[in-house]
C-alpha cells in the first residue's frame, strides 16, 4: 500500500532555509500528484506545494511563491520541499500527501488527497 514518510524538520531561525523530504512507497514519482501541506494550531490544512509529472502542472500558494520549491528528486525517490527566507508565520506541521493521477486543481482541498505522511513540526524562531 502507499505510505508516506517526512523528515527534516526543526528549528530555523527567520530568513533561514531548511529542506523537508518525503520518501513514498506504492507508487511512482511519474504517476502520481505529489504535494506538501501545512497546518497551524487553530488554522486549516491549506496546500503549501504540488506538482505532477502526469499533466505537468506545479501549485503553489501564495504565502510561499519565490520562498518555497517543490522537487521531484528521482536519485532519493523523495519529494522535496526546500524552503528559504522562512518567516515566523511558516510555522506549522507540515505533510506530505499523494494521489493517483494529474494535479488538476487539487492542491489547495486537503479532503480530495488520500494517502498523507504522518506530518514534521517546522518552527521558525529566533
Known amino acids: 500500500q502507499v505510505q508516506l514518510e517526512e523528515s527534516g524538520g526543526g528549528l530555523v531561525q527567520p530568513g533561514g532555509s531548511a529542506r523537508l523530504s518525503c520518501a513514498g512507497s506504492g507508487f511512482t514519482l511519474d504517476s502520481n500528484a505529489l504535494g506538501w501541506f501545512r497546518q497551524a494550531p487553530g488554522k486549516e490544512r491549506e496546500g503549501v506545494a504540488c506538482?505532477?509529472?502526469?499533466?505537468?502542472?506545479?501549485y503553489y500558494a501564495d504565502s510561499v511563491k519565490g520562498r518555497f520549491t517543490i522537487i521531484l528528486d528521482d536519485a532519493k525517490r523523495t519529494v522535496d520541499l526546500q524552503m528559504d527566507n522562512l518567516k515566523p508565520e511558516d510555522t506549522a506541521v507540515y505533510y506530505c500527501?499523494?494521489?493517483?493521477?494529474?494535479?488538476?486543481?487539487?492542491?489547495?482541498?486537503?479532503?480530495?488527497?488520500?494517502?498523507w505522511g504522518q506530518g514534521i513540526q517546522v518552527t521558525v524562531s529566533s
Open positions: 506538482t505532477s509529472r502526469v499533466d505537468g502542472q506545479t
Open positions: 500527501a499523494t494521489d493517483e493521477g494529474g494535479l488538476g486543481a487539487t492542491c489547495p482541498v486537503p479532503a480530495l488527497w488520500d494517502y
